[in-house]
């Protein structure tokens, strides 16, 4: 499969507790987003990457969120001290400069 | 920020019938307007797209429409079929802005039989 890759795909977790995800993006494909996506809501933009350059972060993410591509291909995005509000579809896409975005699975958060 | 409006939030249909999905966008530098198609538990997946320098784009039963003047694009779908349904989400971005999507807030589609 040459398509966008998340891992886990379910990740349920105590409050308080860190997480740590995993999006491996098509390959070639420079830019890479990672997108939040609540029930009954179009995907939120929360940060994205070109190459390994961090290039844009929304308000949406609190210092409590900090994201990597160190090698500028596989990304992490670490949540630490969960909070139940984190609960939600966090995706990721990756494209090759200024076209189409791909999406991966994405990886559903439950926070307890 | 960009701000992107779609209507209506529910849509039912009959099979065969031709479904219509509305989004305005506030961003006059938006040029890309792609539209996903996101079935329960799935990615969404891109099913068609256009862009500022092109007014209309078609592909089999899927057409995009684009009025740049009014800030409005809609969806198109002919000849609907039981496997239409799904949650629709249109999006817009800008070159300059690192291309990020700002979603409208979706259109579930059902087609009946």
């Known amino acids: 499969d040459t398509g966008v890759s998340q891992d886990p795909r379910h990740k349920i977790t105590k409050r308080g507790q860190n997480v740590t995800f995993r999006c491996d993006p098509i390959?070639?494909?420079?830019?890479l987003y990672w997108y939040r996506q609540t029930l009954g809501q179009g995907p939120e933009f929360l940060t994205y990457?070109?190459?390994?350059?961090?290039?844009?972060k929304s308000r949406l993410l609190s210092d409590r969120f900090s994201a990597e591509r160190p090698k500028g291909s596989f990304s992490t995005l670490e949540i630490q001290r969960t909070e139940q509000g984190d609960s939600a579809m966090y995706l990721c896409?990756?494209?090759?400069?200024?076209?189409?975005?791909?999406f991966g699975p994405g990886t559903r958060l439950t926070v307890l | 920020g960009e701000n992107v409006e779609q209507h209506p939030s529910t849509l039912s249909v009959q099979e065969g019938d031709s479904a219509v999905i509305k989004c305005t966008y506030s961003?006059?530098?938006?040029?890309?307007f792609p539209w996903y198609k996101q079935e329960l538990g799935k990615r969404p997946q891109l099913i068609i797209d256009?862009?500022?320098?092109?007014g209309e784009k078609k592909d089999q039963r899927i057409a995009v429409t684009l009025n740049k003047t009014a800030k409005h694009f809609s969806l198109h779908i002919t000849e609907t079929q039981p496997e239409d349904s799904a949650v629709y989400f249109c999006?817009?971005?800008?070159?300059?802005?690192?291309?990020?999507?700002?979603f409208g807030t979706g259109t579930q589609l059902k087609v009946e039989l």
């Open positions: 256009i862009r500022s320098n092109v």
């Open positions: 390959s070639e494909h420079n830019r």
């Open positions: 999006a817009a971005s800008k070159s300059g802005g690192g291309n990020k999507l700002t």
């Open positions: 990457f070109q190459n390994e350059a961090q290039l844009e």
């Open positions: 961003d006059s530098a938006s040029n890309y």
């Open positions: 896409a990756s494209s090759r400069s200024v076209n189409e975005q791909f």
